[in-house]
């Protein structure tokens, strides 16, 4: 360590010059001189506050014209700031790490790197594993706690569509026997819960825990029994393979892990919105073949044609153009009555309904009693 | 005059006890922050919203550095790395967190159909936590003449406070607004220190009223009449802001701002402006790409705008996707040029600070602490900037 303490002021700026200085204990301004020794000295007056080795002298954060420099091994607030050019000149150039905690290019392109390995394989899970997680975990969902979601949405749904259960005498003696063959030929147990709701929109849905709905104007649409058969089935399908408790596993991770990649963005909300509709409504059309496939077996097990219900679902979606119903996460219908006149035979077993008690399902909401 | 050269041998006598107000600086030039941001974005794309937390940060080094106040310049020190451990930290606590609330609210909804939706007020509870916790985390990384600011007090105090008031607010249709904002203000400034130098926040709630009130007659009629928003809106901010400031004490330095009432409505303008054009040139490219697919389809124009394929074409979607997202890019370089470094820059414009010679030898003390607020902040996207 040179002490030469008979230079006070240094006399040209090559071996120094002045700056202020902070200590990083107060925030006291001192007016300093620096001598460029073996180490970066400060000098206030005659004494030495503090000597900084040059390898851990870093660059702090400054408006341009001002060169702030900090140092690894004082305390972590000390600041040095230096305004004349030429010594700062000569600062940066002793200094050969001043630079070296700084995000280069190299850096961002590592942050840069990784983002797009997170990226890749958040999008691999939400593509490949979530299905695979879902498929795997929804076995392991106890029925009970099902049913119990099955019954928070059932009071949603209701009150959503002001839907109210019809439940005439005559139509509800014809909709039951529908809905027990089929059940039977389902191969489903007594636990399965059904209805018919008063609501002009024509659709129909199974909710978890074993609900299916049947909305009356999905009915009014119909001409006859096979039709509403098929679509019975069809949700009965979904019960059966415990649809929307995988759905909502599906759902629930996909936009959980989009919304982790898109974070802040402004408005990007719609843009989590979008990548999960594409996702999960293909995933949902998978759903969507596999429960029109069971309805085709149910359907053929009873000897009757699965083909009406295609028409049905075709009459439905041509009238409804691309509106917000069940159809638009669902295949296309012209290819659900191909696949459904696909090898259908002609009808082997007794019709499900006699035509009076088609009459009395047909206006099951109209009157009362 | 030949005497005065040489050092009297009595002291003077003390000149104007009270010093000139000092004003606030800002050095940084326009095109430096454009750049900034403009290669933020640009990287955001990249990295699909990764580097936002580099960004941010960014951001925020250049404004502190670049704020100069007697002649000293600020400093950030918060870093990215660290943003992006508070995230992932706190996405960690937030994934139970919403588990639980999905629990609860099944439950809920099994007594009464929509009986889940008041849940929400906890998320609302636990925004303001994450909204104190974050400014902790701000503050804590702003650094001036060699020492750190810091706070105290408690987050989830803060967040009771604020739904408190929230609520009275609510009730009261913003008429309590003011006497909330003078509260929390006055929680956070007493909580908050320069090295020994306490805090405090000395404006009142019915000043900020005063001055405003007549912005709440007008606000029903900018609910119909559109045009008239921004300039009740960027009043109100005005207002606000010279209210804050002028609120502002640290031990016996003051601070005053003259923000006139019209200084902000301008920048809210300028920032209308770009969103009409990003949005005219986002529907521009919707429908070439959309054209281009229908062409690319081979069906007639007509026929697949008509038929559902429209809404189910993959393509179509994901240039969609893309146009949105550059378009969302867009204008958060809008929104940060003109709402942040602009509006900061004029608002410094309006500042004085006097009795700043009692700063002048302040005791460095207080931590640094973590990056969590800032991550729930993220996490719930109740963020600052």
């Keep these: 360590m040179a002490m030469d303490s008979d230079i006070q002021i240094p006399a040209n700026l090559s071996s120094g010059g002045s700056a202020a200085y902070f200590d990083g204990t107060s925030s006291r301004r001192r007016m300093v001189t620096l001598r460029l020794a073996d180490r970066l000295e400060i000098d206030e007056g005659e004494q030495t506050l503090a000597a900084w080795a040059y390898s851990d002298v870093r660059r702090a954060d400054s408006p341009a014209g001002v060169l702030r420099l900090s140092c690894l091994t004082a305390p972590a607030l000390a600041r040095l700031e230096v305004r004349d050019t030429g010594l700062a000149g000569e600062l940066v150039l002793h200094c050969t790490s001043i630079d070296d905690h700084m995000i280069g290019r190299r850096g961002v392109a590592a942050i840069v790197g990784w983002s797009i390995a997170a990226a890749a394989s958040i999008v691999a899970v939400v593509l490949f594993g979530l299905p695979l997680i879902a498929d795997r975990l929804t076995p392991l969902v106890p029925e009970a706690f099902e049913r119990r979601l099955g019954e928070a949405a059932d009071s949603q749904v209701k009150t959503m569509f002001d839907a109210r259960v019809c439940d005439n005498p005559a139509g509800q003696k014809a909709f039951d026997k529908l809905v027990t063959a089929i059940r039977e030929s389902a191969g489903l147990d007594t636990s399965v819960q059904s209805g018919v709701l008063s609501s002009p929109v024509p659709n129909a849905f199974a909710l978890p825990g074993g609900k299916v709905y049947l909305f009356n104007g999905l009915l009014a649409k119909a001409e006859n029994a096979d039709e509403i058969a098929g679509v019975l089935a069809h949700e009965l399908g979904h019960l059966k393979h415990r649809d929307s408790m995988r759905g909502l596993i599906h759902n629930g991770g996909t936009s959980f892990l989009i919304g982790l990649l898109f974070g802040d963005i402004t408005g990007s909300s719609a843009l989590i919105f979008g990548s999960r509709t594409l996702v999960t409504s293909s995933h949902s059309r998978e759903a969507e073949t596999n429960a029109d496939s069971f309805a085709i077996d149910v359907m053929h097990r009873l000897g009757r044609p699965a083909k009406p219900t295609g028409e049905l679902l075709l009459r439905v979606t041509g009238k409804e153009g691309k509106g917000l119903s069940i159809v638009s996460t669902h295949p296309l219908s012209e290819d659900r009555l191909a696949r459904m006149s696909r090898q259908d035979p002609p009808a082997s077993g007794p019709p499900l309904l006699s035509a009076e008690e088609w009459k009395a399902l047909k206006s099951i909401c109209s009157a009362n009693i | ?385």
């Design chain 2, 1 to 385: 005059m030949n005497q005065m050269s040489w050092p009297p041998l009595v002291p003077p006598p003390p000149l104007s006890p009270v010093p000139p107000p000092m004003p606030v600086a800002f050095s940084g030039r326009r095109g430096e922050f454009f750049d900034l941001v403009k290669r933020g974005a640009g990287l955001e794309f990249v990295t699909l919203g990764f580097y936002r937390f580099w960004l941010l940060t960014d951001i925020r080094r250049h404004l502190w550095a670049n704020t100069l106040v007697d002649g000293d310049a600020a400093e950030y020190t918060g870093r990215g790395k660290e943003l992006l451990i508070g995230f992932l930290v706190a996405l960690a606590i937030l994934l139970p967190v919403y588990l639980g609330y999905f629990l609860v609210g099944l439950e809920a909804e099994h007594i009464q159909a929509f009986a889940s939706i008041p849940l929400v007020a906890f998320f609302y509870v636990f925004g303001q936590f994450a909204i104190y916790r974050a400014r902790r985390y701000r503050l804590t990384r702003t650094v001036w003449r060699g020492v750190r600011f810091w706070m105290t007090g408690s987050g989830w105090a803060y967040a009771a406070r604020a739904t408190m008031w929230g609520l009275l607010s609510a009730v009261t249709l913003g008429l309590a607004l003011p006497w909330r904002t003078a509260a929390l203000e006055r929680y956070k400034m007493r909580h908050t220190f320069y090295g020994d130098l306490q805090g405090s926040f000395v404006g009142r709630g019915w000043e900020f009223f005063k001055r405003g009130w007549w912005l709440w007659l007008l606000t029903p009629i900018a609910l119909y009449v559109f045009p008239l928003a921004p300039f009740i809106y960027g009043a109100f901010k005005a207002i606000e802001w010279r209210w804050w400031l002028s609120g502002i004490r640290f031990g016996s330095v003051r601070v005053e701002s003259s923000l006139t009432r019209s200084a902000l409505i301008g920048l809210y303008w300028k920032v209308i402006g770009w969103i009409v054009v990003l949005g005219l040139v986002f529907s521009a490219y919707l429908a070439l790409s959309a054209a281009l697919v229908a062409s690319m389809s081979g069906d007639s124009f007509g026929e697949f705008f008509k038929s559902q394929e429209f809404m189910k074409s993959i393509p179509l979607l994901v240039l969609a996707g893309i146009g949105y997202l550059v378009f969302a890019l867009a204008m958060n370089i809008v929104i940060r040029v003109y709402l942040l470094r602009d509006l900061w820059v004029r608002v410094l414009g309006s500042v004085n600070v006097s009795g700043i010679e009692t700063a002048a030898n302040v005791s460095a003390r207080g931590g640094m602490a973590s990056a969590l607020g800032e991550g729930f902040a993220d996490g719930l996207d109740v963020g600052g900037f």
